[in-house]
């Protein structure tokens, strides 16, 4: 593979993640969620959102 080629890979790979990333947000901003946890954090069990309960 020559640097173009990676280059060019990489940004693919970027663009990817990039709507992967607004799908996962977008599901979860619509989700009915159900949390569970501990007193430190809950998890959705639908969607996996966490949300921190204890800094």
Do not use: W
Not at 48 to 54: A, D, I, P, Q, S
């Amino acid at each position: 593979m020559n640097v173009q080629k990676i280059k060019e890979e990489i940004t693919q790979m970027k663009t990817s993640l990039a709507f992967l990333e607004d799908r996962l947000k977008e599901i979860q901003q619509n989700c009915d969620h159900h949390f569970a946890g501990d007193p430190y954090y809950e998890k959705c069990l639908k969607c996996n959102k966490v949300n921190v309960l204890y800094y």
